[in-house]
Nanobody, 124 residues
Framework: QVQLVESGGGLVQAGGSLRLSCAAS????????MGWFRQAPGKEREFVAA????????YYADSVKGRFTISRDNAKNMVYLQMNSLKPEDTAVYYC?????????????????WGQGTQVTVSS
């Protein structure tokens, strides 16, 4: 069992930055790939970024590539999402998730555990 708690969301102006954090419970954090997803009002939840167990493989949605950076610290059971050059279309609830598999990092249906989400609002 893995429990995930996101933090770091808030209100920011377009062009600004935020850093999301996700704290994981349990001693098996390094056994899971980790992902960030987001859901805007009236839209489906979508993939944002994912990182493999060791951090050696990283994946981004095209919409955030070059602006967002995912990272993890296995010693601290933490995963982060640094978001720069934020746009109003980045406004959404952002979710952290843990995945026990090794292949389908962008598929939200494959993830085993989810956090409660943190709101990010980007004003124009």
């Amino acid at each position: 069992q893995v429990q995930l708690v996101e933090s770091g969301g808030g209100l920011v102006q377009a062009g600004g930055s935020l850093r999301l954090s996700c704290a994981a419970s349990g001693r098996t954090f390094s056994s899971y790939a980790m992902g960030w997803f987001r859901q805007a009002p009236g839209k489906e939840r979508e993939f944002v970024a994912a990182i493999s167990r060791s951090g050696g493989s990283i994946y981004y949605a095209d919409s955030v590539k070059g602006r967002f950076t995912i990272s993890r610290d296995n010693a601290k059971n933490m995963v982060y999402l640094q978001m720069n050059s934020l746009k109003p279309e980045d406004t959404a609830v952002y979710y952290c998730a843990a995945y026990s598999g090794r292949r389908y990092y962008t598929d939200l249906g494959r993830y085993d555990y989810w956090g409660q989400g943190t709101q990010v609002t980007v004003s124009s």
